[in-house]
């Protein structure tokens, strides 16, 4: 076989032309790059280690690009202290070169040492000025800085995110801008900064699933709803997004679809305790209460923290006609959040069927001085006065609850029949005669139930910042509060509202004589509790009545 | 044919034959080395391999024909990437080899080396050829030559030739001999090829004669003729290449699209030394691929995407591997074109646009992939394996990839019921009984509730007025003690931790003493005093009980510390003995 003129040998060993033949000619300490670029981007880092150790044998430690690669996958493996170095040593092989020092500000950063890699990136930015990651990451070295109140940091982080967007569009950069804008409570901007993400590149589900939630968390539900879809579109099985979309079906009361997506959520996060308080709340509006018990004890098994679990488990066990159990889901509750007037509403009708009245009325009492906008809290306060014979402290608090009703009114918020049908009754009980000037309006402009506004009200003043998994469980996660005003659809679903009904019936039960020779008009409710597990179907079943002949 | 494990199912409804796999063919390459070609002009292709070897030695360009290994040639250095091409218009047209390694390229014909090209050397800096020339002439010595070339490598725009980066990593002793060595040859810079492509000359006939593309380390891109090899075109790039497509005609209009080592896209176009359009991706690119007028990347970051060839993003499809390696399989006769693209979970994934059309699973992970007409066969696909192996597959005549809607219906966990257990028997009792006796269950536990805290306030009350707890509560004695029996009996041994807690008063004046029933257990000496306690450090006390009594039964040791002058303990300890087993062994 033919072979090539000069030399059976390798290349490193080829005699060179000239006098000299002695002098073997130098390997060139590039002529293995190619190699370890290819394994490294395969994620071959064994042979990739391996090639750059024989190259960095061969010439002394001269190939920058074996030392950059070796940094690395040095820095993949956790070593970022070790790949700092390497990057050092790379800039001063070659200082002219910007990806080096890039790698060295990558590597600060991640040591937490955000100062001085804004100090390298800069380095960087003067070699190549025209780089959209240095400005990226500058941009998210600023916004770390956990500065928020300091206007010039934040603006910089702007400022470098803006520029980056103007050299290349990056779907990171979109995100982290957003971000930047929400931890400077900027909503309008994010949002902005969202859609502009959304129209350039709309597949991306992690940017749709953003938008979505920020418009939730804004009111806009026909808008969250739309991009929330189109994520789902693109990936169905988007656990957040998911979440998002389903516990707004579940406000509409489509709660066999909302369980259809929850069940593909199931299988991605099966251990989520939002996802699964939410399924709970959606057996229990389908009045399959023990499944709701399970669902939500689950949640509680996986999030023993979370009040809102621990509120739905209260509310649950309350409708089953478990005192015992909903009264130390509720205490333990009120502990995790004692600012929550609802909270001690629930307790305090656990109590008075527990039939410890000091403590329910102590309860009740909690209860008003925490809340401001629901009048049920006051009339079931009312109803336990007025059934212990405090006629003033019953009238005192049919007072604030017609204050209450018309501050809403103004709001235009609709009321809930039962609710109005009580207060008529303890109206007419406490021979207030006024009481008809404001339910007769209220009538006309058709009921609703309006009670859930309280909870969100609350959790909207907690103030975090939306989009993230901490926002989405605090927008989806309880079921526990849902203001609907979306649609002019009445649903009788919504875990949060049922609480109404069931703490209006549950605080007539108690004193069944009282309410009866004062109206006159018995509660059918209470006639009847059925021996059989879901007892309380009767009861819901009544209220969804006067509901749909209201409608 | 008939299918090696009996699975017949997938044997008629596969798309492939499986015509070979070789697990030990020990082929370490790339699909960048790999070609189909009619290198005898007898109507039946080969499949080239050039092999890696070990990857430092041992490098072959192999032959293979039909399931064997026609010819093996040696190869000097590793080969970067393979062609095949038409170098000429002489009959009988046979397609010569053109493989790439370091700054050469090794043109083979007939299997027979034909020519060897060399990469124009790079420019030199001059001023390190005038330091150079100098140390010729013996006008400087090699310390202040190392400190010239020292201070050239800091500033200079052009880098500084190997022979003086050796140089200067010299210890002072070998400098002489380096120098004396060296210094009669002229600076050379060379750069290595990173990937090789071909271009069609002026034809776009399937035989035309096409030039070579090669992309070098010094990010540059050159063209050559391909009978007199010379360099036609050359253009630069920001970052080097790491692989190439290439469409058009030289004389004509062509399009170079590069991917660089800076995760970046470039194209180019005929007259413009520069890139036109730029495609910045997030990642790594891993295959590039162009179909008709678009190009499909696969990313390191595990994501497929697809680009106008102006760089606008089309789509991106997540994979649920690394990629390893891509290419087209292109079946003119059926005008199916579709990205085959290897993953690293041991699959190669066929999509057509965005949309998956068939899985091929493979015994082991897929370093290269090449699809055409092997033999006489149009639709052969031949893959190499991470362990060396070699796979072809042949695409049956009746395979059918039909185009799945992108729009899949609902996923497959939408029909999982959800996982919640069945009420029992047991929690319907419990709640009717809760039901029914709430009020006295609710009021059982908090009296038993009020109870329990009763009973631990006690308990606490007691403990510290006994001094029982582990440490002391005093504010000028804070001391901590713990105790520890050792042995099996008759005899133990009583080790007690005593601690001064203090942050730097030391205390003084302790004593211990032991409470026992001395009808059980012996002691030396029930009562010692303790030295002066260090704050911090931990006094380990030893002393020695024997257990008296042979009746295999056990009692509580009181430790007390005291102060002196005091009564009151400040610490207390319950010690339980364990039972003696020596003595209930006698």
């Known amino acids: 076989m033919l072979r090539f003129l000069p030399d059976p040998l390798l290349v490193a060993s080829e005699p060179k032309k000239g006098r000299a033949p002695k002098a073997p000619e130098l390997p060139i300490p590039e002529r293995k790059n190619w190699l370890i670029h290819l394994h490294y981007i395969r994620k071959d880092y064994e042979t990739c280690k391996d090639i750059i150790k024989e190259q960095l044998q061969e010439t002394r430690g001269m190939c920058e690009y074996a030392i950059y690669v070796q940094a690395l996958i040095l820095r993949l493996e956790g070593q970022i202290q070790q790949s700092l170095e390497l990057f050092q040593s790379c800039a001063i092989l070659n200082p002219a070169n910007p990806d080096n020092l890039k790698q060295v500000a990558r590597s600060l950063f991640l040591l937490g040492k955000h100062k001085a890699a804004i100090e390298v990136y800069h380095e960087a930015g003067k070699l190549n000025d025209e780089d959209w990651e240095v400005h990226h990451n500058l941009g998210v070295c600023y916004s770390v800085i956990k500065d928020y109140k300091n206007v010039c940091v934040v603006s910089q982080a702007e400022e470098q995110l803006n520029a980056a967007?103007?050299?290349?569009?990056?779907?990171?950069?979109?995100?982290?801008?957003?971000?930047?804008?929400?931890?400077?409570?900027?909503?309008?901007k994010a949002v902005d900064v969202y859609k502009a993400a959304v129209e350039f590149s709309p597949e991306n589900t992690e940017l749709l699933t953003t938008l979505g939630l920020l418009y939730l968390q804004l009111g806009k539900y026909q808008k969250a709803f739309e991009h929330l879809g189109n994520a789902l579109t693109f990936d169905p099985s988007n656990y957040k997004a998911i979440l998002a979309a389903g516990s707004m079906m579940q406000t509409h009361g489509d709660f066999d679809v909302a369980m259809n997506k929850y069940r593909v959520a199931a299988c991605v996060v099966p251990e989520s305790p939002p996802l699964w308080n939410n399924i709970g709340m959606c057996f229990f509006s389908k009045k399959k209460y023990v499944a709701a018990i399970s669902c939500l004890k689950r949640a509680h098994y996986l999030s023993p923290f979370d009040w809102k679990v621990l509120y739905n488990l209260g509310l649950v066990h309350l409708t089953m006609q478990q005192y015992a159990s909903a009264f130390h889901?509720?205490?333990?509750?009120?502990?995790?959040?004692?600012?929550?007037?609802?909270?001690?509403?629930?307790?305090?009708?656990?109590?008075?069927?527990?039939?410890?009245?000091?403590?329910?009325?102590?309860?009740y009492e909690q209860a008003v001085a925490l809340d401001h906008s629901n009048p049920l809290v006051n009339l079931n306060f009312a109803i336990l006065l007025y059934n212990h014979g405090d006629k003033k402290g019953a009238l005192q608090q049919y007072q604030e609850i017609e204050r209450k009703v018309n501050m809403l009114k103004d709001s235009n918020t609709e009321f809930d029949s039962e609710l109005m049908d009580m207060a008529q009754k303890m109206?007419?009980?406490?021979?207030?005669?006024?009481?008809?000037?404001w339910t007769k309006p209220?009538?006309?402009?058709?009921?609703?139930?309006?009670?859930?506004g309280v909870p969100i009200k609350t959790l909207g003043s907690s103030q975090q910042p939306l989009g993230t998994n901490q926002a989405l469980e605090q927008a989806m996660s309880s079921a526990a509060g849902y203001n609907r005003s979306i649609t002019p659809r009445v649903s009788?679903?919504?875990?949060?509202?049922?609480s109404v009904p069931l703490a209006e019936s549950s605080g007539l039960e108690n004193p069944p004589a009282v309410p009866g020779d004062a109206s006159g008009t018995p509660r059918p409710e209470e006639s009847d509790t059925p021996d059989t597990l879901p007892p309380l179907a009767a009861k819901p079943k009544v209220k969804s009545k006067s509901r749909q002949e209201l409608n | 044919l008939a299918p090696a494990s009996g699975n017949w199912t997938e044997y008629i409804n596969g798309k492939w034959l499986d015509a070979h796999y070789d697990p030990v063919a020990n082929l370490y390459t790339f699909s960048s080395c790999i070609v189909l070609a009619d290198l005898h002009g007898d109507g039946e292709n080969k499949l080239v391999v050039g092999d890696l070897g070990t990857g430092s030695s041992n490098m072959k360009l192999k032959v293979y024909r039909g399931t064997g290994l026609m010819s093996e040639n040696t190869l000097l250095d590793l080969p970067t990437g393979l062609v095949s091409f038409l170098m000429d218009q002489h009959e009988p047209r046979t397609p010569a080899i053109a493989v790439a390694s370091g700054p050469y390229i090794y043109v083979y014909k007939n299997l027979r080396p034909y020519f060897k090209f060399t990469l124009p050397p790079l420019e030199v800096n001059a001023l390190e050829q005038d330091v150079w020339n100098q140390a010729r002439e013996d006008m400087i010595d090699p310390l202040s030559l190392k400190e010239m070339l020292d201070s050239i490598r800091d500033k200079a725009d052009v880098?500084?030739?190997?022979?003086?980066l050796r140089f200067l990593m010299l210890d002072p002793q070998d400098m002489e001999a380096f120098v004396n060595l060296y210094k009669e040859q002229p600076i050379r810079r060379q750069t290595v090829i990173t990937c090789i492509s071909t271009l069609k000359k002026n034809m776009a006939d399937e035989d035309a004669v096409s030039c070579l593309v090669i992309g070098t380390e010094s990010k540059d891109v050159y063209i050559l003729d391909p009978e007199a090899f010379t360099v036609l075109t050359k253009m630069s790039l920001p970052s080097a290449p790491t692989q190439m497509d290439v469409t058009g005609q030289f004389d004509v209009e062509f399009r170079i699209t590069v991917a660089c080592r800076n995760g970046n896209i470039y194209v180019l176009r005929r007259e413009s030394p520069k890139p036109k359009y730029c495609i910045e991706l997030s990642s790594h690119p891993v295959g590039l691929v162009r179909i008709g007028k678009n190009v499909v990347v696969g990313c390191a970051q595990e994501t497929l995407q697809g680009f106008t060839q102006k760089g606008k993003k089309l789509w991106t499809v997540c994979l649920p591997a690394p990629v390893t390696t891509m290419s087209v399989m292109d079946l003119p006769?059926?005008?199916?074109?579709?990205?085959l693209v290897g993953l690293a979970n041991s699959e190669v994934h066929l999509y057509r646009d965005k949309n998956l059309i068939s899985t091929i699973k493979t015994p082991d992970i897929v370093t290269s992939i090449c699809f055409g007409r092997y033999g006489r066969e149009d639709g052969t696909l031949?893959?190499?394996?991470k362990g060396g192996g070699l796979i072809v597959k042949i695409l049956k005549r009746t395979a059918v990839f039909d185009d799945r809607d992108s729009a899949p219906g609902p996923p497959l966990a939408q029909s999982i019921r959800l996982n919640v257990p069945k009420k029992t028997k047991l929690y319907v009792d419990q709640t009717m009984r809760e039901r029914e006796n709430s009020v006295a269950m609710h009021r059982a536990f908090q009296m038993d509730l009020s109870r329990l805290r009763l009973a631990a306030a006690r308990a606490y009350v007691k403990a510290l007025e006994s001094s029982l707890t582990p440490m002391s509560s005093s504010l000028s004695e804070p001391l901590r003690m713990n105790a520890v029996v050792q042995g099996l009996g008759p005899s133990f041994k009583l080790t007690l931790n005593i601690q001064n807690t203090a942050v730097c008063r030391p205390v003084m004046n302790l004593a211990i003493s032991f409470l026992y029933d001395e009808s059980l257990y012996s002691m030396k000496t029930a009562f010692f005093k303790i030295p002066l306690l260090v704050p911090g450090l931990n006094y380990p006390i030893d002393t020695f009980v024997e257990c008296l009594s042979d009746k295999g039964i056990s009692d509580i040791i009181k430790v007390f510390v005291l102060r002196e002058g005091k009564s009151a303990p400040l610490l207390t300890a319950h010690i339980n003995m364990p039972v003696s087993e020596g003595l209930a062994l006698n």
């Open chain 2, 159 to 164: 880098p500084l030739s190997v022979r003086s």
């Open chain 1, 329 to 363: 889901f509720l205490s333990a509750a009120t502990n995790l959040q004692p600012r929550l007037g609802e909270l001690y509403m629930l307790l305090a009708v656990a109590l008075t069927n527990l039939e410890d009245l000091d403590n329910a009325r102590r309860s």
């Open chain 1, 427 to 437: 109206a007419t009980a406490l021979q207030v005669g006024e009481s008809l000037v």
């Open chain 2, 333 to 339: 006769t059926r005008g199916f074109q579709a990205v």
């Open chain 2, 382 to 385: 031949i893959m190499t394996t």
């Open chain 1, 492 to 498: 009788l679903s919504q875990p949060k509202r049922s």
């Open chain 1, 165 to 188: 967007l103007q050299l290349n569009k990056q779907d990171r950069t979109f995100l982290t801008l957003g971000k930047v804008h929400l931890l400077s409570r900027d909503t309008d």
């Open chain 1, 442 to 452: 209220a009538k006309d402009t058709k009921f609703k139930q309006g009670s859930a």
